[in-house]
C-alpha cells in the first residue's frame, strides 16, 4: 500500500514538474519573440522620432540626444516587462537595478562625466551640428558633425573623422570658428631692411584690394610690425567670409610674392658667411 501511494506521489511530483517546466520554456520563447519585435520597434519608433524633429526644426544635437535617451528609456522598460512576464518579482528588479546601478556607476565614472558634459553642450550651445570648432586640448578642430550622449564627432579638413569625449570638451576652451559669418586673417611678411617698406606696404595693399574674396566693407590693415635681426617685418590684418578663408589665405601669399619679386623687394633668407685660409669670402 505505502509503495502504491509512494509511486503516485512520484509520478504527480513528475507530472507537475514537467508541466511547470514546459510552462517555463514557453514563457522564455514567448518573451522573446515578444522582446526581438519590441526592439524593431523601438528601431522604428528611433526613425519616426528623427523624422518628427526634424519636422519641428529641432537642433540636430538636441535630436539626436533626445531620440537616444528615449530608446535607452525604452530598453530598460521592455526589459523589466519581460522579466516580469518571466515571473520575476517587481521587488527583486528593483533591488537588482538599484544595486547594479552603484556598482556601474562606480565603474563608469569616466562615461557619466562625458553623459553630464553632452547635456551641458545642449542645453549652453558653445557649437551645433554644422559649425566648425577647435579644441584647446588637443588642438583637434573640423566640423561638428554629430553630438552624441556620450561622444561628439567632428570630420577634419583631410575627411578624417575625430570623436571627442563630452567630458573633456564641456571642461576646455573651444574656438568655435563660424559663430561669425566672417573671419579675421593675420599674415606676416618680411622683407630686406634695403628694400623700400613704403612700396612693399602699398604692394601688399594693393593685392588685398584687387582680392574680390576680401571684404572691403572691414577694415584693411597694412603696417610695420618689428624689426628683426635680419629683416622688417610687415603685417597685414583682413576679413574674409569663412568658406573663404584658406583658399584667400594661400591666393594672397602667392600675389604678394608675386608682386615682391616684379618690384624688386628683397625677401630675405639665412646665409651663411665662411672665410677660407686667404680669407676670401665664400657665401
Not at 523601438?42 to 538636441?62: A, S
Not at 553642450?121 to 573640423?142: A, H, Q, R, W
Not at 564641456?170 to 573671419?183: E, H, K, W
Request: aromatic share 10%; proline share 2%.
Amino acid at each position: 500500500m505505502f509503495d502504491t501511494v509512494f509511486g503516485f506521489l512520484k509520478n504527480s511530483i513528475n507530472e507537475a514538474m514537467v508541466i511547470k517546466f514546459y510552462s517555463l520554456a514557453l514563457r522564455v520563447v514567448f518573451c522573446g519573440a515578444i522582446f526581438i519585435i519590441l526592439l524593431q520597434a523601438v528601431k522604428y519608433f528611433k526613425k519616426f522620432l528623427r523624422k518628427t524633429f526634424k519636422r519641428l526644426k529641432v537642433d540636430d544635437g538636441i535630436a539626436g540626444f533626445l531620440t537616444s535617451s528615449i530608446a535607452v528609456g525604452i530598453y530598460i522598460l521592455v526589459g523589466f516587462i519581460v522579466a516580469q512576464w518571466l515571473g520575476i518579482d517587481a521587488a527583486s528588479i528593483v533591488a537588482l537595478l538599484g544595486s547594479a546601478g552603484v556598482t556601474v556607476g562606480l565603474a563608469i565614472q569616466g562615461s557619466l562625466s562625458n553623459i553630464a558634459g553632452g547635456v551641458l553642450i545642449l542645453i549652453l550651445k558653445p557649437f551645433k551640428v554644422g559649425d566648425y570648432i577647435i579644441e584647446n586640448n588637443k588642438m583637434n578642430e573640423g566640423t561638428v558633425t554629430e553630438i552624441g550622449l556620450i561622444y561628439t564627432k567632428l570630420v577634419t579638413l583631410d575627411n578624417k573623422t575625430v570623436i571627442l569625449p563630452n567630458g573633456s570638451l564641456a571642461n576646455t576652451s573651444i574656438v568655435n570658428v563660424t559663430q561669425t559669418p566672417f573671419r579675421l586673417i593675420d599674415m606676416k611678411f618680411d622683407i630686406a631692411y634695403s628694400a623700400d617698406t613704403v612700396l612693399a606696404k602699398n604692394l601688399i595693399r594693393e593685392v588685398l584690394e584687387n582680392d574680390e574674396a576680401v571684404l572691403k566693407e572691414k577694415p584693411i590693415e597694412v603696417a610695420m610690425e618689428s624689426w628683426e635681426s635680419s629683416s622688417v617685418k610687415l603685417c597685414s590684418r583682413f576679413y574674409v567670409l569663412n568658406e573663404n578663408f584658406r583658399v584667400t589665405k594661400y591666393r594672397v601669399l602667392e600675389n604678394v610674392k608675386t608682386s615682391f619679386d616684379k618690384n624688386n623687394i628683397e625677401i630675405p633668407f639665412p646665409q651663411v658667411v665662411v672665410h677660407n685660409a686667404d680669407d676670401h669670402e665664400i657665401k
